[in-house]
């Protein structure tokens, strides 16, 4: 596997830069990528305060419409019987949103949806003509209007023993269902390189990482790779993680490939890791 590069989003070079990494890799780590940092840190101190109340069991999902409050051991990786260490929140446009929370929270959402168009149009730009030829239509215009365009405010509670005698992780290894991933997260996030180990991704002070869902694999015929991934149990202090992953997503009728629609695939993939 080579180097998951470090960018500077205001370089040059950044475009290219940025596709040579999620073509290779599957991942990138971005900085100075625009998203206020005042902004991402309030963000993360209200939802801090929401998952350390019961007000959160309020808002339980809803199993068709996939918004709302999931409770801890809520999901599993795909080919996995072991819940993941961790709780979280979606957030839609159109969907639940708690009255305890402010607006910023819609702030960031549109922020990183706006992010994440750039970034999809240096994904078209930068391949090579016969993988631009296998997308149905832009890949920032699968994403125009989407109702699937979630954010996942994450809460990985501090490790007790009884939560790990089966072996359970914070997030067990997977790829993201989406066409891209824009995550905001802290220290834990391993990948599977070339040689099949796992390695730390790097995470510069207020940087930003990106990779590559199975959507994108899928209609680029495999040259955006889809890379494995997982949050490990802290090694130091044991205490909460956070993170906020927004996932890119197309537009239920977009076609990924003749025979798969974006909202068959979803369906089909939210079943197998227990959220269906």
Same mark, same amino acid.
């Given at each position: 596997m080579e180097k998951i590069l470090t960018i500077?989003?205001?370089?040059?070079?950044?475009?290219?830069?940025?596709?040579?990494?999620?073509?290779?890799?599957?991942?990138?780590?971005?900085?100075?990528?625009?998203?206020?940092?005042?902004?991402?840190?309030?963000?993360?101190?209200?939802w801090k305060l929401f998952f350390d109340t019961d007000i959160k069991h309020d808002y339980l999902f809803d199993l068709d419409k996939q918004d709302g409050y999931f409770p801890f051991k809520s999901e599993n990786a795909q080919g996995s019987n072991t819940k993941d260490l961790k709780e979280?929140?979606?957030?839609?446009?159109?969907?639940?949103?708690?009255?305890?929370?402010?607006?910023?929270?819609?702030?960031?959402?549109?922020?990183?949806?706006?992010?994440?168009?750039?970034?999809?149009?240096?994904?078209?730009?930068?391949?090579?003509?016969?993988?631009?030829?296998?997308?149905?239509?832009?890949?920032?215009? &699968?994403?125009n209007d989407s109702g699937q365009n979630l954010l996942r405010v994450i809460h990985y509670p501090p490790i007790k023993k009884e939560d790990i005698l089966d072996g359970a992780i914070r997030a067990e290894a997977h790829t993201d269902i989406n066409l891209i991933t824009i995550l905001i997260a802290e220290p834990g996030l391993q990948v599977v390189n070339s040689s099949g180990d796992w390695v730390d991704v790097e995470l510069s002070e207020n940087?930003?990482?990106?990779?590559?869902?199975? &959507?994108?694999?899928?209609?680029?015929?495999?040259?955006?790779?889809?890379?494995?991934?997982?949050?490990?149990?802290?090694?130091?202090?044991?205490?909460?993680?956070?993170?906020?992953?927004?996932?890119?997503?197309?537009?239920?009728?977009?076609?990924?490939?003749?025979?798969?629609?974006?909202?068959?695939y979803l369906e089909q993939r939210l079943r197998q890791i227990g959220l269906k």
């Open positions: 500077d989003f205001k370089s040059k070079s950044a475009p290219t830069d940025f596709v040579k990494s999620l073509s290779s890799t599957g991942f990138a780590v971005i900085q100075n990528h625009g998203i206020d940092q005042a902004l991402i840190n309030d963000t993360y101190e209200e979280f929140f979606h957030i839609y446009r159109w969907g639940r949103y708690p009255k305890e929370i402010s607006s910023i929270t819609k702030k960031m959402h549109q922020s990183l949806i706006e992010l994440g168009s750039n970034l999809l149009d240096y994904l078209d730009e930068y391949a090579p003509d016969y993988v631009r030829s296998k997308f149905s239509m832009k890949l920032s215009e &699968m994403i940087s930003i990482v990106v990779n590559i869902g199975d &959507m994108l694999q899928k209609c680029s015929g495999g040259f955006y790779k889809s890379t494995i991934h997982r949050v490990v149990n802290p090694s130091g202090a044991n205490r909460s993680r956070y993170s906020m992953p927004l996932f890119i997503h197309p537009r239920d009728e977009v076609r990924l490939s003749e025979e798969l629609t974006a909202k068959t």
